[in-house]
């Protein structure tokens, strides 16, 4: 496997660690125009590739029948925090279908958001499944199966919304996928090569030039991302700050162990980032490069300085290092 150096660590003057990893960018034929690294390294997206998932909530037609709007859509798409915004919006979905959160099978998890873990804390209160990160993907997941007829356990790869994941991200990437892993929130992450997944994200790129179901679906649900930045992360969230940054349409989604991707629409292009190690320093620091090289991110923008250039600072405040782009990556 050839991985290419990405990010850089730099302690004072001394170069103190590199994250490698693969990187690629496609035109809207799928075909790459830069790649670094192995394009065809086998991976899995993990949340990265949410919108994928979501497109047989719309293509379906249980969106429509559920009344979904925005929000819920890029709720659907979401990692989100856990903040009020999220899980309200997440338990009125719900509601609205007569469920609660049991109809779930993401599993509990605190939130990352200060106010609502600190709530749970000082009432003694445990964490339930709409405060996963990953509630909004599984409402999505509980609205197509209600609107299928299928069973409850819609996490099973067998189960009817499964095999509609499937094919809708075989479709997308072009590319039979040649397995799975079971993600954090407990449902089948279907793995493809970098490549196939930069594909897929030019394809939802070039959605809007395109008139079938599922390139309209896929129009629906970047606008959404694009309108609802803060529902698909949150305060803080490089997502977040990120999309506010570029405020033009582009839309970028993180996945575990450093897998980052970007749709471009107006650039007609799709990104797709893992770094090797794991680290999500290094991808937040990779794809915001690759934006600047792209000329969607304003180098000089202070979240562009922020992921480009970060500090690293010592326990009392004191700036010991920086996080930095390999050079050359910003073009």
Same mark, same amino acid.
């Given at each position: 496997?050839?991985?290419?150096?990405?990010?850089?660590?730099?302690? $004072?003057?001394?170069?103190?660690?590199?994250?490698?990893?693969?990187?690629?960018?496609?035109?809207?034929? $799928?075909?790459?125009?830069?790649?670094?690294?192995?394009?065809?390294?086998?991976?899995?997206?993990?949340?990265?590739?949410?919108?994928?998932?979501?497109?047989?909530?719309?293509?379906?037609?249980?969106?429509?029948?559920?009344?979904?709007?925005?929000?819920?859509?890029?709720?659907?798409?979401?990692?989100?925090?856990?903040?009020?915004?999220?899980?309200?919006?997440?338990?009125?979905?719900?509601?609205? =279908?007569? =469920?609660?959160?049991?109809?779930?099978?993401?599993?509990?998890?605190?939130?990352?958001?200060?106010?609502?873990?600190?709530? =749970?804390?000082?009432?003694?209160?445990?964490?339930?499944?709409?405060?996963?990160?990953?509630?909004?993907?599984?409402?999505?997941?509980?609205?197509?199966?209600?609107?299928?007829?299928?069973?409850?356990?819609?996490?099973?790869?067998?189960?009817?919304?499964?095999?509609?994941?499937?094919?809708?991200?075989?479709?997308?990437?072009?590319?039979?996928?040649?397995?799975?892993?079971?993600?954090?929130?407990?449902?089948?992450?279907?793995?493809?090569?970098?490549?196939?997944?930069?594909?897929?994200?030019?394809?939802?790129?070039?959605? !809007?030039?395109?008139?079938?179901?599922?390139?309209?679906?896929?129009?629906?649900?970047?606008?959404?991302?694009?309108?609802?930045?803060?529902?698909?992360?949150?305060?803080?969230?490089?997502?977040?700050?990120?999309?506010?940054?570029?405020?033009?349409?582009?839309?970028?989604?993180?996945?575990?162990?450093?897998?980052?991707?970007?749709?471009?629409? !107006?650039?007609?292009?799709?990104?797709?980032?893992?770094?090797?190690?794991?680290?999500?320093?290094?991808?937040?620091?990779?794809?915001?490069?690759?934006?600047?090289?792209?000329?969607?991110?304003?180098?000089?923008?202070?979240?562009?300085?922020?992921?480009?250039?970060?500090?690293?600072?010592?326990?009392?405040?004191?700036?010991?290092?920086?996080?930095?782009?390999?050079?050359?990556?910003? $073009?």
């Amino acid at each position: 496997m050839t991985v290419a150096p990405l990010t850089e660590i730099w302690r $004072g003057p001394f170069l103190e660690s590199v994250h490698a990893g693969h990187a690629v960018i496609c035109d809207g034929s $799928g075909q790459i125009i830069n790649a670094w690294g192995d394009p065809d390294i086998v991976m899995l997206p993990r949340s990265s590739c949410k919108m994928i998932q979501a497109l047989p909530l719309i293509t379906s037609g249980s969106a429509d029948a559920a009344g979904l709007g925005s929000e819920h859509l890029a709720l659907a798409c979401a990692s989100h925090i856990g903040a009020a915004i999220h899980t309200d919006r997440v338990a009125a979905w719900l509601a609205g =279908l007569g =469920l609660d959160e049991a109809a779930l099978r993401c599993g509990p998890q605190m939130p990352d958001d200060r106010d609502a873990r600190s709530g =749970l804390i000082r009432s003694e209160t445990a964490p339930c499944q709409i405060h996963n990160n990953c509630s909004g993907k599984h409402a999505g997941f509980v609205t197509l199966s209600r609107h299928l007829g299928a069973g409850p356990e819609y996490n099973d790869p067998a189960h009817p919304v499964q095999r509609a994941c499937l094919a809708a991200f075989e479709e997308v990437t072009g590319q039979t996928s040649p397995g799975f892993g079971i993600d954090g929130c407990s449902a089948p992450n279907f793995a493809t090569s970098l490549h196939g997944l930069a594909r897929a994200m030019a394809w939802f790129a070039t959605a !809007a030039d395109r008139s079938d179901g599922a390139s309209q679906a896929a129009v629906r649900l970047v606008s959404a991302m694009a309108a609802h930045p803060e529902l698909v992360a949150g305060e803080g969230r490089a997502c977040t700050r990120l999309m506010r940054a570029m405020g033009n349409g582009a839309v970028v989604k993180t996945g575990a162990e450093a897998v980052y991707i970007a749709i471009l629409p !107006a650039q007609r292009i799709g990104i797709a980032v893992k770094i090797a190690d794991g680290a999500t320093r290094a991808s937040q620091c990779t794809i915001a490069a690759l934006l600047v090289r792209l000329g969607v991110l304003d180098p000089a923008h202070p979240e562009a300085m922020r992921l480009l250039d970060a500090p690293i600072l010592s326990r009392n405040g004191i700036e010991a290092g920086r996080i930095r782009a390999v050079p050359g990556l910003t $073009g």
